[in-house]
């Protein structure tokens, strides 16, 4: 009995060259012990405040449940007002390192989602949540 694979039929027309295909993006994956390394917590917006000299940034207040309330520099001004903020909670990325922009320190990333129509969503928990909850 022939194998399957030297039977197979021939094409009998002429073979058109393909377009060349995109080099695919190849994914890199992270582990669950490079998860485990990000700490992202619940917390509530104190205070929104404009920076001087920036277009982009807002400054929030947060309060996750520690002895002080974090400041955290967000790029977000042309999405959401203060008054859109305040009370919310969100989930947060709390142990970034440290990052100074326009001579403020930020402690921490608010976390959202570009949508398909060029705006921003924020991510709130479906019912209230005790401040400092972990997210995971």
């Known amino acids: ?10 094409p009998t027309s002429p073979e058109v060259a ?4 995109e080099t695919p993006i190849q994914p890199v994956y992270a582990t669950i012990d490079d998860f485990a390394k ?13 920076i001087e000299g920036a277009d982009k940034l807002l400054r ?11 400041q955290i520099l967000s790029g977000i001004r042309m999405y959401y007002t203060p008054e859109q903020l305040i009370g ?6 709390v142990n970034l390192a440290p990052r100074t922009m326009k ?17 921003l969503a924020l991510f709130h928990p479906n019912i209230p949540t ?6 995971g």
Not at 18 to 21: G, H, I, K, R, V
Not at 60 to 70: H, I
């Open 1 to 10: 009995m022939e194998n399957e694979a030297t039977t197979q039929a021939q």
């Open 18 to 21: 393909a377009p060349a295909a």
């Open 38 to 50: 990000i700490e992202i917590r619940v917390g509530t917006i104190l205070t929104v405040d404009f």
């Open 60 to 70: 929030l207040t947060v309060d996750f449940g520690e002895k002080e309330p974090r």
């Open 88 to 93: 919310k909670q969100c989930p947060f990325v």
């Open 103 to 119: 001579g403020l320190t930020s402690y921490g990333m608010i976390l959202a989602a570009r949508t398909g129509d060029d705006k």
């Open 130 to 135: 005790d401040v400092g909850a972990h997210v």
